[in-house]
């Protein structure tokens, strides 16, 4: 039996970072609604809670409230924020509506004996966000630091083992936020910290059987590392009850489909359905070359497919979805909507009349790096558990202009041979994307005696963080070359490579 703590979920964009940044301590949490009864924490056995921050005021007359009995409890607190400022009020304490928003930095001094801190610096630079503020301490509780607008950033009962952050120690531009909460979890609590991956298997596999039951799943595999993960996942938890469907729309790279089927088929023996609709893709897409329409009609089409397909493989009960918590983020941001959580190309939104399907995201909690490190503890290779982003339109808006068979396979064998040597030398897994693109221009060249007039291929290879901003990379010469030379002794139809090199903005990754 793990050691368990309980997140208190006040609404904050910050409590699955709270959830992320315990896992990072190897602690095992659960994520709780915040009214859930003292009497049901006891019975799971937490042996610590954490209220987190929330977008409310303590003064709202709705104001989200926990059951006063989690003070009863007999195990530390922590309230972070909002958090905070409920602690204080329920236990006594006076909290101010504030004019003025305190949001961005502040310089933080620690003061006295506090275990919160141990190891840090007496100053630190941390990241507030909030409005209201305490004002009076309850009773039993200290001061345990200040900053230049919070008398009581952090409040301290030693005795009953209650604190409260009035900044955010969960994310990043807070200095030693990690240690802090560290501090709480092992100092504190006494945890342990020999919660691991393993185990979030383990629970997942456990929380996935219990949702389905003896029902079935279907998921859109694409061969990217959030749908792979979820389907190798979700495979080892309802084994042939699951259902996988991977699309070839003929926008594939070089020996994609073949790939899909030898690793998900053949070695994980996944029941696995694939639709070959290269032909359908393509007839839509004749003669069409502005690049916005391109991804409407390729989107429709795949939409069509995918609701075809469905009516083939038969009844099932729950679509799966590989979304990850950034991009339940993004879309609560961009639509401040619950019912908008899917992001649009994952869209479910047009599925047939009366087919009704119960969503399952069981990566919903999970960042990029934590997919990567469950894909590994899963068993799935390297190549895909460190693939390089692929978009959902493929090739389609790497063939400039207007789509043909022909292009295509040009396109794809340029790209094959980018790639190889980008394996080769070890940079494909250091940079963020690198793959070629085919311009739609023909140029002069000579080969032999004879004169030649065929497509150019563009190189293009990025390094970033998250894809909003990039920049091209320097790759070296030698590279530079062998791919040049290569692409054009090998692949027939191009007589000329150059390389992009513009960032992002003012650029995009893509060419379309
Ligand atoms: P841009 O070209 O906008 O691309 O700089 C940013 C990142 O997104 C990828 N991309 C897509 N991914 N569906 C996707 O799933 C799409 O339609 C799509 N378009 C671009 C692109 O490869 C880069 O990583």
Known sequence: MHQLIAVLDFGSQYTQVIARRIREASVYSRIYPYHTPAKQLREDGVIGVILSGGPSSVFHPKAPLPDQGIFGLGVPVLGICYGLQLMGRMLGGEVARSERREYGHGNLEVLGKNPLFKGLPRRLRVWNSHGDRLVRLPEGFAAGARTDNSEFACIVDAERRFYGLQFHPEVHHTQNGQQILNNFLRGICGCRGDWSMSDFVEESLRNIREKVGDRRVILGLSGGVDSSVAAVLLHRALGDRLTCIFVDNGLLRKGEREQVIELFGNHFHLNLKVIRAGKRFLDVLKGVTDPERKRKLIGRVFIEVFQDSLRQVGHADFLAQGTLYPDVIESVAIDGNPAALIKSHHNVGGLPKGMKFKLLEPLRELFKDEVRALGS???????????????????????????????????READAVFQEEMLRSGFYYKVWQSFAVLLPVRTVGVMGDERTYEFVIALRVVESADAMTADWVRLPYDLLQTVSSRIINEVKGVNRVVLDISSKPPSTIEWE
């Open 377 to 411: 503890e899963l068993g799935l290779p390297k190549e895909v558990v460190w693939r390089q982003p692929f978009p959902g339109p493929g090739l389609g808006v790497r063939v400039l202009g207007e789509i043909t068979p022909g292009r295509l396979k040009i396109l």
